[in-house]
């Protein structure tokens, strides 16, 4: 008995910390009707509660999952309550009062289990996801690709399309400036780290459509960050087989200035050794980021945001064998290569952001950004292949190897890319809020710069001999004359372009909030105007102007079933940018226009409760209608467009979201999405975009062993049907009509929570020094599914003609992964 009693309280005390609810934080500033900010404020939330410091500052803990009040009261002024709040764990949720001396002030804010509920339909997700989601390219981004609509078959690749559109077409902002790619990447395995440091977020915002007009001029969806405000001294520290990652926050004593900075570092050759092609690689991207914050006074704060990134891609190609087909007529595909390719692409930004805050009504914000980024490509592959069918005999002696060739060829691929880009931009942004009503304006001038030289060329042979590209036509008197024309390549081009823009752009939105009969109306009508002038050397200049309204509806109606009705409608216009310009044979077409997209979109949500905790579901149909669509080809990551506004097209769907805690205390998601997108190109038909990616299905859901709850696992399932198997660069597309295979991906993470907020131990203890603590490991790719993101074309020497050989993605990957913050 004395042996089974210290297992007892141990079992006990496990079960303990299973029931234990879990936290979330509320935190900001409280100010007097001066804007002054308040010392000495109680706040509290159930038998929980604080006080604000000297500048007015406070953090709560409240409890998470569950529907909250929040009390803020001062001696001689009225209380001011916060109601109906429901966080998700670990969320933090910003709310920085003005108490007044007259009457109480309830706030009506309402805030589902993601955070607050959005009328204008954007989907908030907790910033913890993103940081805790395992991925091949965990982040942000691998988050949004579990939403419906949102669609990648690229898991190396922080890119996506948003319901039916291309790569392009995504808006992406840091704290009010609009973020930029590189332009050049052509493979995902190239692209490096994505320009959101997922442990620098404090706030995560999306819209796939039919967003307000103060977001800017793209075709398809938004994407809102949000970086942390510190509250104190905070180092956050990860390492994994994959790279490394710091980030450190730090407060001044007297709470004026602040700091925000993160620091990652990111080798993927475990990713690139698992693919089919055996290849010495060596990839390194790092980058710097950093958030500085300074508060003059209560009304005036300055902030500053600076970035920094190298990315170098250096590879050396060896062997490849894909086997591909059908089991009636297998094929395989056999490579040697030689040469390698160098890759390097260097951005820097530097940004500057002016608040002032003359009373509680008015906030104004004044803005200056540069963007510089040198990219290059140089690369010289020779591969030399044989194409034939597949030895199936199991007893014989080179069971999948090719046999019965094809042709035997060779392509020798060589490039000399090098762009330079550099952007600046001036703007101002406003708004004014009384009762209600809320009046938003801004204004930005933007001036491009492009430098760009383009040299590419294909050769290809046959036992030797050079094969000629069919134009123009070569005399050849053979045998009777020797052929002496020159060695052209197979496909090629060579262009040298200068480009510089100049773009003034500008919004006015009026949002509106009223009681309307048994229910509660939400309006929004908003106007974008734009007018940019595009000039170069050797093009004449043009210049063209679009206007872009916009309008919202929302309705709440007062059931007891807790419902809201949205409808969005707009038009949404992509000016052009430099690669949208550049056709088939490297030259810049300055008469192409912008590209125009008509959105509707009508949505529902439902808020409810299953199992005592709080779910919610999001149902949401759409359609759009292209027109002066500029087609383009899709070959992995790489874009290249016809700079041709000869097409029209249309995207239509549904999506489905249903979140919630399916686990106390964790929120997990299931998520449908069925989308149809064709283009007619010179009226010809209609064929499928490249991006018609008609069924997805994602899932992610975390979970925890209840009687050892530090010890998390974390899933995200993927299931999309296949997307068109694209065409060779340039190519008709309709002649290339084939689907890839079904994209299937399960990514698992398991990780042991040493030390959080709810664990401490004391001095003289190993983890006493450790806010937090926690290792694990992740597998990749669970079921080594064999995935394919574009077909590689390989031209027949004899027959001219090019097969579609699938490229498939990586296989099975084991990460290792630990993390603390001190």
């Known amino acids: 008995m004395k042996c089974r009693l210290p297992f007892l309280v141990l079992l006990l005390l496990a079960a303990c910390q299973a029931l234990r609810p879990q936290s979330a934080i509320v935190t900001g500033l409280v100010l007097d009707e001066d804007l002054k900010p308040l010392a000495d404020v109680n706040i509290r939330s159930g038998n929980r509660g604080t006080t604000t ?35 998700t764990t670990n969320e933090t949720f910003e709310f920085s009062p003005v108490l007044r001396e007259g009457t109480i002030q309830i706030d009506g804010v309402e805030v589902t289990a993601t955070g607050r509920r959005r009328a204008e339909g954007i989907t908030t997700l907790a910033p913890e996801m993103a940081r805790r989601i395992p991925g091949a390219n965990a982040g942000v981004e691998n988050v949004l690709k579990l939403l419906p609509g949102v669609t990648s078959n690229n898991e190396l690749s922080t890119q996506y399309g948003v319901r039916g559109g291309n790569y392009d077409e995504n808006l992406v902002y840091i704290n009010g400036f609009e973020i930029y790619r590189p332009f050049l990447v052509r493979s995902g395995q190239q692209e490096g780290l994505s320009i959101v440091n997922s442990n620098l977020v404090q706030q995560l915002r999306f819209s796939a459509g039919g967003f307000q007009a103060r977001y800017g001029d793209k075709l398809s969806s938004v994407l809102d960050i949000t970086y942390k405000q510190p509250a104190g001294y905070s180092l956050d520290l990860e390492a994994s087989l994959l790279g490394a990652s710091a980030a450190l926050e730090t407060l001044s004593a007297n709470k004026k200035f602040s700091s925000l900075s993160g620091v990652r570092y990111r080798d993927n050759r475990l990713f690139v050794n698992s693919q089919q092609t055996q290849t010495n690689v060596n990839p390194a991207f790092a980058d710097i980021q950093s958030l500085l914050r300074y508060r003059y006074s209560d009304k005036f704060h300055l902030n500053f945001l600076g970035n920094i990134a190298l990315n170098r891609y250096r590879n050396q190609p060896l062997t490849r064998q894909t086997n591909f087909g059908t089991l009636d007529e297998p094929r395989a595909l056999l490579v040697y290569y030689q040469g390698k390719e160098d890759h390097r692409y260097s951005t820097a930004m530097a940004a500057l952001q002016a608040d002032f805050l003359p ?41 999948g190897d090719p046999i019965a060739s094809r042709g035997i060829g060779a392509q020798y691929n060589r490039s000399r890319n090098i762009l330079d880009a550099l952007f600046l931009t001036l703007g101002h942004q406003g708004s004014y809020t009384k009762k209600k009503n809320t009046l938003e304006w801004g204004i930005r001038y933007g001036f491009e710069d492009f430098r760009d030289q383009i040299r590419e060329a294909e050769f290809i042979d046959s036992a030797g001999y050079f094969i000629r590209p069919p134009q123009p036509p070569s005399p050849n008197n053979q045998p009777e004359q020797p052929f002496e024309s020159p060695l052209f390549p197979f496909e090629g081009i060579s262009a040298e372009n200068a480009t510089q823009n100049h773009r003034i752009s500008g919004y006015l939105q009026y ?87 008509y959105h509707w979109v009508l949505g529902h949500e439902y808020s409810f409760r299953l199992w005592e905790r709080p779910f919610h579901l999001v149902t949401e149909a759409y359609y759009k209608y292209l027109d002066r669509v500029n ?31 399916f686990v106390p205390g964790l929120e997990s998601w299931v998520s449908l999405g069925y989308l149809q997108t064709r283009e007619n190109t010179d009226g010809r038909g209609y064929i499928p975009r490249p991006t018609d990616q008609r069924f997805k299905l994602g899932v992610l859901f975390q979970d925890y062993i209840p009687s050892m709850p530090q010890v998390r696992m974390y899933l995200n399932l993927v299931y999309q049907t296949g997307l068109p198997g694209g065409s060779p660069a340039y190519a008709d597309p309709y002649l290339f009509q084939n689907r890839l295979r079904d994209y299937k991906r399960a990514d698992l993470g398991i990780s042991h929570i040493f030390a959080d907020t709810h664990t401490r131990y004391p001095k003289g203890h190993w983890l006493h020094a450790f ?52």
Not at 631 to 641: A, F, N
């Open 53 to 87: 410091d000297g500048d007015g500052f406070y953090m709560l803990e409240v409890v998470a999952d569950l529907e909250i009040t929040v009390a803020f009261s001062y001696l001689g002024h009225e209380k001011v309550v916060l109601e109906g709040l429901l966080l």
């Open 359 to 399: 009373h509680e009504h008015l906030n104004l914000k004044w803005t200056a950004a540069a963007y510089h980024t040198t990219e290059e490509e140089f690369s010289d592959i020779l591969a030399q292949y044989e194409l034939g069918a597949v030895d199936t005999d199991l007893g014989g002696d080179s069971p």
């Open 511 to 597: 949002s509106w909030q009223t009681a309307w009969d048994k229910a509660d109306l939400y309006f929004n009508a908003g106007l974008r105007a734009r007018l940019w002038t595009l000039r170069g050397a050797g093009i004449p200049t043009t210049a063209q102007a679009i206007l872009s309204p916009r309008l919202q509806l929302a309705l709440k109606p007062h059931w007891k079933s807790d419902m809201l009705f949205r409808a969005a409608t707009g038009v949404y216009q992509q000016p052009p940018l430099y690669r949208e310009l550049r056709d088939a044979t490297g030259s810049i077409q300055p008469e192409v226009k912008a590209q125009r997209a």
């Open 631 to 661: 087609p383009y080809t899709l070959e992995d990551v790489r874009i290249r467009y016809a700079a041709r506004n000869n097409a029209t097209a249309y995207a239509g769907g549904l999506d489905l979201r249903m979140y919630g805690a």
């Open 771 to 822: 806010e937090e603590f926690y290792a694990g490991v992740e597998i990749f790719n669970l079921f080594n599914n064999q995935n394919s993101i574009t077909n590689t074309w390989v031209r027949d020497a004899d027959s001219k003609l090019q097969f579609a050989v699938p490229n498939y993605m990586t296989s099975r990957v084991l990460n290792i992964k630990v993390g603390m913050r001190f």
